[in-house]
């Protein structure tokens, strides 16, 4: 789905990740790769050269997001960039690549750039600013775009609510500041790591927003 100029969203086939495309250049997420072929399609289909990424950014070490990486890496030569806490996790292949009741076999991965948040990533027409919003894991980022008030933000929130804490390294009262920490935002637009995005100048998705909140 096209989200504006220049920014996509590739939709997370089965257990995928949903996976962000913005300027060709940053790709956010990486799917499970067990449906690389497919998202490769996805992306040719609007026109978009894969063979253009620069940059992927792993919002979190989880199976669902990051294990498609190597595909990807292999296919771009993209520099490849997670946060410090969940750095270890790829180097060690210790991404829950047990879930849903099914094993995957993730390779160990060696990123190319570990992040501590406050950094900018940018393309051409966009930048963002890293925000390390832990609490679904321990090094969990969230890339906020000031201009455009776009947050993407993993699985620290949902359009129905927010990420899980009770997995390996989770933590209840981080994601809590987390999601305190992103309300002061006050985000136009927010493009999960699944389902649907939440434009929350829509009255509606902002009332969904806000209950979000309520529960914390
Ligand atoms: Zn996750």
């Known amino acids: 789905m096209k989200i504006s100029n220049n920014m996509y969203l590739l939709d997370g086939a089965h257990f995928d990740s949903n996976i962000f495309l913005i300027d060709e250049e940053l790709l956010v997420d990486c799917g499970t790769g067990i449906f690389f072929s497919q998202t490769i399609e996805q992306m040719k289909g ?8 620069t940059k992927i950014v792993i919002t979190h070490a989880h199976f669902d997001h990051c ?7 292999e296919l771009t030569g993209a520099d490849v960039f997670i946060h410090k806490l969940d750095a270890d996790k790829l180097r060690n292949g210790d991404v829950l690549e047990n879930f849903l009741g099914m094993r995957f076999k993730f390779a160990k991965f060696e ?6 948040g406050g950094e900018t990533i940018s393309t051409d027409c966009n930048d963002f600013i890293v925000l390390h919003t832990p609490g679904h894991t321990s090094g969990s980022i969230s890339l906020w775009n000031k201009k455009n008030k776009i947050l993407i933000c993993g699985d620290l929130i949902f359009h129905d609510g927010f990420g899980r804490t009770d997995l390996k390294d989770g933590s209840e009262s981080d994601i809590k500041k987390s999601l305190l920490k992103i309300k ?9 790591g699944h389902g649907t995005i939440l434009d929350i100048k ?6 969904d927003f806000e209950k979000i909140f309520q529960s914390i």
């Open 111 to 116: 990123p190319d750039k570990i992040l501590e």
């Open 67 to 73: 294990g498609g990486v190597k595909k990807f890496k």
């Open 202 to 207: 829509n009255e509606y998705n902002k009332e």
């Open 46 to 53: 609007y026109g978009l050269n894969p063979k253009k990424i």
């Open 184 to 192: 002061e935002l006050h985000p136009n637009i927010l493009l999960p």
